[in-house]
């Protein structure tokens, strides 16, 4: 069951990078690049529309990882600290420490996004946007280091 909630949160983790790094790369781009320019594809689809499905995402991405905790902090964990995996366990609670801020300008980035005017909070939009992204990043990267760390250990 666990086995089968964490492959559904991976899912669920790789669509929302897909989304958040799209959505990032189109608002960093400049808006004079190049015809042929990797950059200017990225722009070439609405940032705006990934707004909702990087919110929905997120949320579901927090949810399931939520319901695997308690059995990361019951089995994992202690297997973590017993084999002295410090700094695993260090950017694991900086991941929990991320997802919980990005919990909270969620909000804020929703609101960015659904103003139709391009040019009002364009700043706001873009500092949300790679926040976000950042986060999402180091959440997976974290979490997949973790969960190879016990792979290749147990």
């Known amino acids: 069951m666990m086995t089968a909630l964490l492959i559904l949160h991976g899912f669920v983790a790789v669509a929302l990078m897909g ?3 799209h959505q990032a790369l189109a608002v960093c781009a400049s808006s004079d690049a190049r015809a042929p320019s990797f950059f200017r594809r990225f722009r070439a689809v609405p940032a705006a529309a990934f707004a909702n499905a ?3 995402l997120y949320l579901l991405s927090a949810l399931l990882g939520a319901i695997a905790y308690l059995s990361f902090k019951t089995d994992i964990q202690p297997f973590l600290e017993r084999n002295r995996h410090w700094h695993a366990l260090g950017f694991f609670d900086l991941k929990e ?3 919980a ?3 909270g300008i969620l909000p804020a980035y ?3 996004w659904r103003q139709s005017l391009p040019d009002h909070g364009g700043q706001a939009r873009v500092a949300l946007t790679v926040i976000l992204a950042f986060i999402v990043w180091w959440s997976f990267l974290a979490g997949h280091v ?3 760390i016990r792979g290749f250990e147990s």
Do not use: E, K, M, S
């Open 19 to 21: 989304a958040i790094t």
């Open 54 to 56: 990087v919110i929905a």
């Open 97 to 99: 420490d991320f997802i």
């Open 101 to 103: 801020i990005g919990l």
């Open 110 to 112: 929703w609101l960015c």
């Open 146 to 148: 973790i969960n190879n």
